[in-house]
């Protein structure tokens, strides 16, 4: 019985990895059509979007998007898109972030950053094309089966990148370094810098399939809004516990940037706590999906127990 | 007979400076209450916002899509929304226009520019926020009879603002630096960098209304680009005759940081000559409209012929 376990199990870890370098596959693929081609003009600016966009990053939104595309029963062709756009948003998000008057940083995932590779001017506006690039795939192809419903995706996913979410949360994080700030506050900040997009992200790719109850969308945006706090508390512990080679991006900025993290303000063993925690939260919320939700329960606990 | 002429054209120039005055002030009430509001939460951020949009610039964008409207009959309570979408894209890419890595101004619309007021990062994510604010609104409003028709309107608008619109022509802009280009190079740069979102506030504010012929639409897109062409043919005019407290932004900048220009490749009298012909051809696109065309007419006009 405990070795039948452990082989369903094992199985099933085998099978989440095949999965998720699945749907990393898919979306490279799909990244890679719908980015402009190298070869159009402007040039520079093009190559700049893609390698912002192509070859990297752990694609935790699209993997988000896709499993919770399976509780709605989701076309995959439809999953693709929004889970594109919502990773083109966080790849601009990136480099943006990235720029001297911001985080100030030379390497991500293990390359050099995009103004550095490429120039300032050059890095801001790939930033801004691919944001309007995002908006342009989630009106250019049908994603619901009402133009309705697609119209309120696009709804969500505009407020998950604005002032009220994503650039809000950039804003409030820069705001906060080198200042006391309580708990409520960073987590204030992180469900804004990075839970809205997160949350879109599961949201969106339910949105592809069969309307869902109000209860449902409900529990799947609870979850949304878990996991997306658990990923920065992982961060957090990582950025304090790991090393630049491992995580491909430079280590320690947080702490050297006197910004408060999870860590900073709770202590090493509590921040893990809190992550388990968060991460049995989210798993409650799956309780009534069944089956359908195997996904989307295997990868919050890849979220919470990854090492990069 | 000549008299009554005068008075007749003098009327019609009374007439669009209150029509003008009437738009820019509506534009004004409403982008007021589309913004998010100071005293809320991240505040530094949403006064940023504020800044680069309330309280200056001439509005021409909304007032094309107004005039526009008139074509189609559209409800001016849609207009004044894509008005304000269209206005708000513009209001961002001159922020990051302006930033020390792209043009490097200090002045704009007779201030200090947003990264001057505030901060490099926080107009970063000014910019940043209020594109993603433009596309809340243009799904957040019932902007179309249809919601197909909304979507095609998303279409046109993310395309506009994209690597193929505003964002690729500052990218060729910016590669222009220096260089000797030919006279169709720069065109193709105007086309994007002023024309796409110019085409498109044209267009937008005639969805709003009742559904017009692919030719109709064909026409209006033909003047839109004129008077795109026209206004950014204008621009470089007055760049090298004007002073800058007329214009509210430094002058001669272009000159100094040798960019080429209608002026500095066709030499002034010709470029002057280019403008009265875009004008021309711009009024020929709208002969079929009659009296509904009264105010694009006045537009153009407008346009060409202003001092700042």
Redesign the interface.
């Known amino acids: 019985m405990a070795a039948n376990l452990k082989i369903f199990q094992a199985s099933q870890v085998t099978d989440f990895q095949d999965w998720s370098r699945d749907v990393a596959g898919n979306m490279e693929r799909t990244l890679e059509s719908l980015l ?1 081609a190298s070869n159009t ?2 040039t ?3 190559d700049a ?1 893609r390698y912002a966009t192509l070859g990297g990053g752990k694609r935790v939104r699209p993997m988000l998007a896709f499993a919770a595309g399976l509780i709605s029963n989701a076309d995959p062709e439809r999953v693709r898109i929004v889970a594109s756009a919502v990773e083109i948003i966080h790849a601009y998000s990136l480099v ?1 972030d990235d ?1 001297p ?2 985080d100030d940083d030379v390497l991500r995932r293990g390359k050099p950053t995009c103004h550095v590779e490429f ?4 890095a ?2 790939a ?3 691919l ?3 995002a ?2 795939l989630i ?2 192809f049908k994603l619901a089966d ?3 419903t ?2 309120k995706m ?2 969500l ?3 998950a ?5 994503m ?2 949360g ?3 994080d ?2 906060n370094v080198g200042k006391q700030i309580t708990l409520p506050e960073l987590e ?1 900040m992180h469900i804004l810098k990075t839970g809205a997009l997160i949350r879109a992200s599961v949201l969106l790719g339910a949105y592809c399939g069969t309307a869902l109850s109000e209860a449902d969308l409900a529990q799947l945006d609870r979850y949304g809004k878990r996991v997306g706090l658990a990923f920065q508390v992982v961060d957090d512990i990582l950025d304090c516990e790991s090393n630049t080679e491992k995580l491909g991006k430079t280590v320690g900025k947080d702490q050297d940037a006197n910004k408060p993290t999870y860590v900073s303000l709770m202590g090493l063993a509590p921040a893990k706590q809190f992550a388990t925690e968060l991460l049995q939260d989210a798993l409650d919320a799956l309780s009534g999906f069944g089956d359908r939700a195997e996904r989307l329960h295997q990868l919050a606990e890849f979220i919470v127990r990854r090492q990069h």
């Open positions: 402009p003009a402007p520079r600016l093009h979007m943006h720029l008057c911001m120039d300032e001017a050059t801001l506006l930033g801004d094309a944001q309007a690039l908006f342009e009106a250019n009402s133009a309705e697609q119209i696009q709804q996913f505009a407020r990148c604005g002032s009220g979410g650039a809000g950039q804003a409030i820069l705001a204030f």
